[in-house]
């Protein structure tokens, strides 16, 4: 059974930084992309940032310079680094991949990111 499991997420003052993690099971992450996406309240869920599987990477426009995606291989762990984080960061954060035959999307369960003022 595949699961995504998200953590990392808290409070944190403008500025400050956060490194989420995704951990699969019952997947092998490095053979596939994984992404991170976000949700504010009240409005839709929008892509991030994703990690290909030569580790190439891409990112929102808005966020480029502020955020990189990475993985670990051995940890079966995509980790999102946000660092100078700001108020309109706040949103729950999302990690996703899609697997199997047919293909079909996973979620995680989301991660809280609250970033004050």
């Known amino acids: 059974q595949v699961q995504l499991v998200e953590s990392g997420g808290g409070s944190v003052q403008a500025g400050g930084s956060l490194r989420l993690a995704c951990v699969g099971t019952?997947?092998?992450?490095?053979?596939?992309?994984t992404d991170w996406y976000r949700q504010a309240p009240g409005k839709q869920r929008d892509l991030v940032a994703q990690?290909?599987?030569?580790?190439?990477?891409h990112y929102a426009d808005s966020l480029k310079g502020r955020i990189t995606i990475s993985r670990d291989s051995a940890k079966n762990t995509v980790y999102l680094q946000m660092d100078s984080l700001r108020p309109e960061d706040t949103a729950v954060y999302y990690c996703?991949?899609?697997?199997?035959?047919?293909?079909?999307?996973?979620w995680g369960q989301g991660t809280q990111v609250t970033v004050s003022s």
């Open positions: 990690i290909m599987r030569g580790d190439a990477t």
């Open positions: 996703h991949t899609v697997a199997g035959l047919p293909l079909r999307d996973y």
């Open positions: 019952g997947i092998d992450l490095s053979t596939k992309v």
